[in-house]
């Protein structure tokens, strides 16, 4: 079954990523997706500040320029944003934020402390796995519990790096953690993607996986959205058919679609 959405991908609004909207669009259309989201990376580089910044300006005429050729061929374009480290920038971040008109924000963890980036190899270096991925738990409850987006980005998107750092990656010796997490998600009334970017990753499964999804239904968790976090066109909608699979067989009926950062509807997993 095709995806109806993909709500995380990356364009040349993003630091990391040349490709244009438009390409990202046709790749859209011609894989059969009906909606998708712009989440481009907003980013505080304290180390490196020579990666371009976030302009939100230029990012929304492309998006206008975009819906006006893409929605009469089918095509549903949502303004979405992937704010990194919310909690730490919320002074700068939160009036761009209310200050556009996105559809559905995003909130990542991808450097603890604000500094050291959970992607690099050196980040594990003399860390035992606990040592590394508690303080990324711990930080993004916090990041949670501050608020400001609507839907936890990749859980556990340490384990793309954690998994070649130490030979294994097992969700289950974290369930405490991830079970905190879950819970301030519920509280704060912020949803979860099931993002398959780690797909691509030799830890070969989506964040979260179908264990660490079935803790948050059980807790009551209803808020789903799905991402392929492509940074080109080949990866986008990847691997979404199989995630639908996993919300259904972890006791989702729907995913949320969103506009105007709220809840719009939810899609049947029919
Ligand atoms: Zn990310
Ligand atoms: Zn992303």
Known sequence: MTSPIDYHMHSNNSWDTRVPMEEMCKAAIDKGISEIAFTEHFDHFTENKTKTAYVPDTYFEDIDTNRQYFTEQGLNILAGVEVGEYHLYRETVQPIIDGYEYDVVLGSLHWVNGAESVFQPHYYDGKTIREAVIPYFTEIVEMIEGGGF????????????????????????????????????????????????????????????????????????????????????????????YTMEMAREAGFKALARFKKRQVAEFIPLT
Request: proline residues 3%; contains cysteine; hydrophobic residues 35%.
């Open 150 to 241: 609507d839907i936890l980005s990749h859980m556990d998107v340490f384990k793309r790096r954690a998994h070649l750092v130490y030979g294994k990656f097992d969700i289950e010796e974290f369930e405490t953690e991830v079970r905190d997490v879950w819970q301030a998600c519920i509280d704060n009334n912020i949803g979860i993607e099931i993002n398959t970017g780690g797909m691509r990753w030799r830890v070969n499964e989506p964040h979260p996986n179908l264990t660490a999804l079935k803790w948050y239904r059980e807790m009551g968790g209803e808020i789903l959205t799905i991402g392929s976090d492509a940074h080109n066109p080949a990866d986008l909608g990847y691997g979404l058919d």
